[in-house]
C-alpha cells in the first residue's frame, strides 16, 4: 500500500525565515493534498496538486508537486507566528479511490 | 449544516464500556471519512463512506471497532468494550464525491479511556 512520509517531523524557525517540508510517496501520486492543523482543532485545506511538475500559491504559501509525481514540497516564504501548526500531506491511497492517506505531519513553530 | 460536526467533542470513558461518536457531514456531501490521530501521530484511516455503503473498512484496527450510515447523511463509529489504546482524537471529514476532492474535517471527538 503507498505510505506518505514528510520531512522534517518537526521544525523551529525564527519569525521571518523561509522554510520547507517535504512529503515523499512510495508511489505515484493521483493527487497530493496539503492541510493544516492547530492544537484542538481539525484539519484547514491549504492547497491539492494534481499534475506532474504543478505549483500553486496561496499568500505566502507554495506547494509542488515534481514531474514524476512521487514528491511535493510546502514553501513558506517570511514566516509569521501564525503559520505556527502541523502540516499534513494527503493522497489518495488506492489510485484514484477516494481513500485518503496521510503523512506523519510536520510540526512547526514560530518563534516572535 | 456550514461544515462537518462532530459530537461529543470530548468522551471519557472506563474501559470496557462501549462508545459512540456522532458525525454530521455537509449537506449533500456523499463521501465520509473517519480518521484517528493519537497523540504525536498522523491521521490514521478508519473507514470511507460513499454513500450509505463503506467500499473500504480496511482501517478499522479490531472487531470492536464498527461504523454505519444511513440516510446517506450521519454516520455513527461505535467502539465496543474500549480499551486504553483507543484514546485518540477521532476525526470525521466529507466530500462532495470522494475523488480528487478536497476533504472538509470536523473538530474531532477527544476521547479518553480510564
Known amino acids: 500500500s503507498q505510505e506518505l512520509e514528510q520531512s522534517p517531523q518537526s521544525l523551529i524557525v525564527q519569525e521571518g525565515k523561509n522554510l520547507t517540508i517535504n512529503c515523499t510517496s512510495s508511489?505515484?501520486?493521483?493527487?497530493l493534498y496539503w492541510y493544516k492543523q492547530k492544537y484542538g482543532e481539525g484539519l484547514i485545506f491549504l492547497m491539492m496538486?494534481?499534475?506532474?511538475?504543478e505549483e500553486k500559491s496561496h499568500e505566502k504559501i507554495t506547494a509542488k508537486l515534481d514531474e514524476k509525481k512521487q514528491q511535493s514540497s510546502l514553501h513558506i516564504t517570511a514566516s509569521q507566528p501564525s503559520h505556527a501548526g502541523i502540516y499534513l500531506c494527503?493522497?489518495?491511497?488506492?489510485?484514484?479511490?477516494?481513500?485518503?492517506?496521510f503523512g506523519q505531519g510536520t510540526t512547526l513553530q514560530v518563534k516572535p | 449544516g456550514a461544515g462537518v460536526s462532530q459530537s461529543p467533542s470530548n468522551k471519557v470513558t472506563e474501559k470496557g464500556k462501549d462508545v459512540e461518536l456522532r458525525c454530521d457531514p455537509i449537506?449533500?456531501?456523499?463521501?465520509l471519512y473517519w480518521y484517528r490521530q493519537s497523540l504525536g501521530q498522523g491521521l490514521e484511516f478508519l473507514i470511507y463512506?460513499?454513500?450509505?455503503?463503506?467500499?473500504?473498512k480496511s482501517g478499522l484496527p479490531s472487531d470492536r471497532f464498527s461504523a454505519e450510515r444511513t440516510g446517506g447523511s450521519v454516520s455513527t463509529l461505535t467502539i465496543q468494550r474500549t480499551q486504553q489504546e483507543d484514546s485518540a482524537v477521532y476525526l470525521c471529514?466529507?466530500?462532495?464525491?470522494?475523488?480528487?476532492?478536497?476533504?472538509?474535517f470536523g473538530s474531532g471527538t477527544q476521547l479518553s479511556v480510564l
Open positions: 494527503g493522497a489518495d491511497g488506492s489510485g484514484n479511490t477516494g481513500k485518503l492517506i
Open positions: 496538486l494534481q499534475k506532474g511538475g
Open positions: 463512506f460513499q454513500g450509505n455503503s463503506a467500499p473500504d
Open positions: 471529514a466529507s466530500s462532495l464525491q470522494g475523488t480528487n476532492e478536497k476533504l472538509f
Open positions: 508511489k505515484t501520486l493521483y493527487g
Open positions: 449537506s449533500g456531501h456523499t463521501a
